[in-house]
Each structure stands twice: as C-alpha cells, then as structure tokens.
C-alpha cells in the first residue's frame, strides 16, 4: 500500500505525493493542520493523517493536538509501543489532560505494563475522565498489584456508574419462578459464538445438553452462525439475533421467551451488554465461563467457578452467590482441525525452546523477570513468543528490549506475528515446553498448547484468572506442572527443560492423556452444570 491512497485523500490518484506535500505547505495554523487530520483518521487513512499531525508541530511544537494525533494514529495503527511517546509527551505538555492519561493507559496495558496502565487510568479519573472507571474494570483483574478486594471495589465503582446511566423500570418485568416446571429454558448470552476455538467450553456444555430437561435458547450479538457452530444444537433450539437491538429491546426478547435461566457468557469482553442484566429479564441471573473475577453488579444472582478457582474463603469478594462444578469449571473437546503432534523440537534443535502464544497484555514486567530467569538457568535454551501484538516491527522492538535490558541475548528470542488458526496452532510443533503468563492466565491458549502435546508451566496464583490454567491442569491428572509460586514456576520449567526423555513421553502422551480426562468430559461437564441449574432453581 502506498502511503497516500484515493481512500484516505482528496487527491487524484496520478499526482497523490505532489498533491499531499502542497496541502500541507498550505497550513500555518497548527489546529486547523490537525483538523483535517482528524478528518482523514476518521476516514481510515492513518498514514496520511499522520502527516498532518507532523505538520502541526512543525508549525507549534507545543500543540498537544498534534502529538495526540500522532499517538491516535500509532494506536489505530496497532503500534501500541510506538505510541507510548506521543502521548507521554501530551502529558508533559498538558499534565491534568485526561484524555492523553486515558489513552497512555491503553497502550501501555496493550504492551503489557498492567500496573502503570492502573496508575495511567487513575490519574485520568482523577483528571475529570469517569469513564475511564470501565477501563480500571475490564482490566484489573490483570493488574499485578490489584487484590480480590480491590477487583471487587473498583468493579463496583464501575457497575454504579452504569446502573445510574439506565433508567430501569422494574415494573415492566415481573418474572416469577415455576418451581414445579419440569423443562427448565436456560438462555446463553454471547458476542462471541461465531469463535469456535475460543468457545469450545460452552459447545461442549451445549452440545451435551438433556433436551429432554431443559430449552435451550442462544442470544446472539451476531446476526449468524457458521455451519461448524450449527452442529452443536438440535432441531428445537432457538437461536435469537440481537445484533442489533438495543439493552431495552434485548431484555424485552429475553423476557418475551420466559427464560428461566439466563446465563453471560460475555463478562467484560463484551460490556457493552451488562445493562441488559439489569432489567432483570429472567428469573435467574447466572455468570459462567468468560468471567475470572466478580461481575460488581448485583443483579447477577450467581457466579459459576469451581473449588480451584474460588477457595471458599474468597467468596466475600465477589458480589454474586458463588456456586461451584464438579471438576473444573472449564471443560472442552475439539471438533475441528487441528495439526498433529510431533516429536518435541529440542531432539532436533539440540537445544530447548520454551514459547508462548499468550495475548501480549498478559506479558507483564514480571512475567519477562521470570522467562529471563529461566532462560539464564538453561543456557542453551531459547524463547519463542507469538501473538497479534509482534505482527507490527515496532511492538517486537519494543519486546525484544525488555529481554535485552534483562541481559538476555536477542538471538535467543524469536517473534512471530498473527496468523490463520491452523497456521497459529502448528506454531507449536517449534515449541518444547509452554509457560503460562501471570497473574493472567492463558485459558484458551493453555487448552491448544496441551492439546497439541505442548507441557504448560503455570502456578498456583492469588486469584480466580490466576488459577485458569490450575483447575485444567489439576483436572486432566498433570498437577506436576502447577508450581507454588513463581520460584517454583522457575524451578519446574528448568527442571522438564533438563529432562528430554520426559519431554519425549509427555509429547506423546499428552493428546490422549487429556481427551480421556474429566476437562475434556463434555458430558460429565453437562450433567454437574444441569444438576447446579437444578438446585438454584429450587433454592
């Protein structure tokens, strides 16, 4: 692509460049240079607007204007790390801005500076930004420093400021439960059911479910599903589009089919919806799978977790009544392609490649502290890390001097960029051992790596998205790899990285270990969610 486009200019294709450089010349005023920058960003010429925002300070080196729009055009860009500078120097310009603290925040818990995003976020709130409160919520649970307590106050904050924007007439709505229904309609509510991969825990429960006891009813915020996602319903199903119906209008379908049990599957990746809860549109509200910490809002009646991830004397921090699974409270089984599993990479290599495929946001300060460690304990051993993140030279640059600054050599760090899921999956086939990312653990990439007869090193956390990776590992009969804390993580990972034989038994084994295990037993799974559906509907 060139770098100025009939998409993004106002231009005639022949003399674009020419063109280009003659409108800028035209400016001597800065704000004017960045308005019509904006005008170009809005429209999806980045790389032109850019040129725009250089302008500006050019003509005043002080616009803040300006240096904004060059971090606006960095973040659209996805060069998160590069656009840590622009809006750094927005604050220093403008120290009480909130929006340059609000957008610092995002970019620096994209790159994986979760506490100083916190801290970003804070001084945005402070500065008048209250919105920023639903970032603060999204995000916390992955804040290093945060507790169970402060999830809880902070998405309690957040959950306020939502309740106080929806006007809720708890007239309109008046369900009541029919004990003595013997067919339970049980209502499932996801942005996501087109991700097959990523939603294999709730196929799996879908697909196994007792239709015979309970309706099953899918509210969608996509118009549609794929033909591989069909496969998993039967014929009385209902599947609901409210893509594109409003909260009121979502709650009014719900509350239409008297659903009994509605259960979020969104939790905060999907915020958008937590409103609809509010009107309480079936006589049960239920969070289950996406959720790793409390909603904050109170019109969720219960919280399905397990014993693993919510210790009884956890409760108290969360605001839902926590119910709990036999087993882990993630099951999955894959029905779709997948790659084979291969030999372990080091018989070949010679050497040790530990990897991860984990979001970069996991991949905190700490996290780079304990690979580094681990590298320097096996000193022939390498790093391989692959996500969205790395698909932009500027974010690997950025990563690769973390590792550097902690004295690890960059030839033994390798980065790799997006790619389609097959593709992504066979990423595993150069990996010897996984290690899992803290205090934010992998749930679906955990699950790919074991089944693609990749170990995951993980330990034993402070909290429920700490522990993700603990209860599938617990529950598929490999609690060796759970450490007790993060010395431990190191020692494990050092220790299998030692071993060739048993990184050479557990590849081959590891397939079939898992699939006859109780997290890959759908139908085990169904029946102790039907029986927990069954006792709160009575209580």
């Keep these: 692509m060139t770098p100025f486009t009939k998409r993004s200019s106002p231009f005639s294709k022949g003399d674009q460049g020419r063109a280009l450089e003659k409108h800028l010349r035209s400016f001597s005023n800065a704000e004017l240079c960045c308005q019509e920058g904006e005008k170009i960003l809005q429209k999806g010429g980045a790389e032109v607007a850019l040129r725009y925002f250089q302008r500006a300070v050019q003509l005043d080196s002080r616009s803040m204007h300006g240096w904004f729009g060059q971090g606006m055009v960095f973040t659209t860009l996805e060069e998160f ?25 995002r970019s620096l818990h994209e790159t994986g500076q979760a506490d100083a995003a916190y801290q970003s976020f804070r001084k ?20 290093p420093s945060a507790s169970n307590s402060t999830v809880l106050l902070e998405r309690r904050k957040w959950a306020d400021d939502v309740l106080r924007s929806v006007d809720i007439n708890a007239a309109e709505y008046t369900v009541e439960k029919d004990k003595a229904r013997e067919r339970l309609r049980v209502g499932y509510v996801s942005a996501f059911f087109h991700r097959e991969n990523w939603m294999k825990p709730v196929w799996g429960l879908v697909g196994q479910h007792d239709r015979e006891k309970f309706e099953i009813h899918l509210f969608s915020d996509r118009a549609k599903l794929n033909q591989d996602i069909e496969k998993f319903l039967e014929p009385g199903d209902q599947f ?6 409003s909260n009121k209008e979502a709650a009014d379908l719900i509350y239409d089919h008297d659903i009994d049990i509605l259960v979020d599957l969104n939790g905060y990746s999907y915020p958008g919806r937590f409103p609809l809860f509010l009107y309480k ?37 969360y605001s839902e009544k926590i119910v709990r699974v036999d087993g882990s409270y993630l099951t999955f089984s894959v029905g779709y392609n997948v790659p084979d599993v291969n030999e372990p990479p080091c018989i070949a290599n010679g050497h040790v490649t530990f990897g991860s495929l984990i979001s970069q946001y996991k991949i905190t300060d700490k996290v780079i502290e304990a690979w580094c460690e681990i590298l320097r304990q096996c000193k022939n051993s390498r790093l391989l890390i692959r996500n969205a993140f790395l698909g932009k030279a500027s974010n690997r640059k950025y990563l690769l001097s973390r590792f550097v600054n902690n004295g690890i050599a960059q030839e033994r760090i390798s980065m790799l960029g997006p790619a389609a899921h097959y593709q992504f999956l066979e990423t595993y086939s150069q990996i010897d051992i996984a290690l899992d990312a803290f205090p934010y653990n992998g749930g679906t990439t955990t699950t790919e790596a074991l089944w693609q007869g990749v170990p995951v090193i993980t330990w034993w956390g402070d909290r429920w998205v700490s522990r993700t990776s603990a209860t599938l590992l617990q529950h598929a009969g490999l609690e060796a790899l759970v450490a007790k804390d ?26 079939n270990k898992l699939a006859g295990s109780k997290v890959c037993d759908t139908t085990l799974f169904a029946r102790s969610m039907e029986r927990l559906y069954r006792e709160i509907w009575q209580a």
């Excluded at 403008?94 to 929006?99: D, H, N, R």
Aim: hydrophobic fraction near 40%; proline fraction near 4%; include cysteine.
């Design 281 to 317: 549109p079936a006589a049960l509200i239920v969070g289950w799978f996406n959720m790793y910490a409390t909603t904050g809002f109170d019109c969720f009646d219960y919280l399905v977790g397990d014993e693993c991830v919510i210790p009884r004397d956890e409760e108290k921090h």
């Design 486 to 511: 993060v010395s431990d993580y190191v020692r494990l990972a050092t220790d299998l990285a030692s071993n060739q034989e048993g990184l050479v038994t557990l590849r081959r084994d590891l397939r």
């Design 81 to 105: 790390a590069e656009s840590l500078k622009f809006f750094r120097k927005v604050i220093k310009l403008g120290p009480t801005l909130a929006i340059a603290h609000h957008n610092l925040g």
């Design 124 to 143: 945005s709130i402070d500065s008048g930004l209250v919105s920023s409160r639903k970032e603060v919520a999204v995000t916390m649970p992955g804040f």
């Design 240 to 245: 609901h589009d409210m893509s594109d119906l």
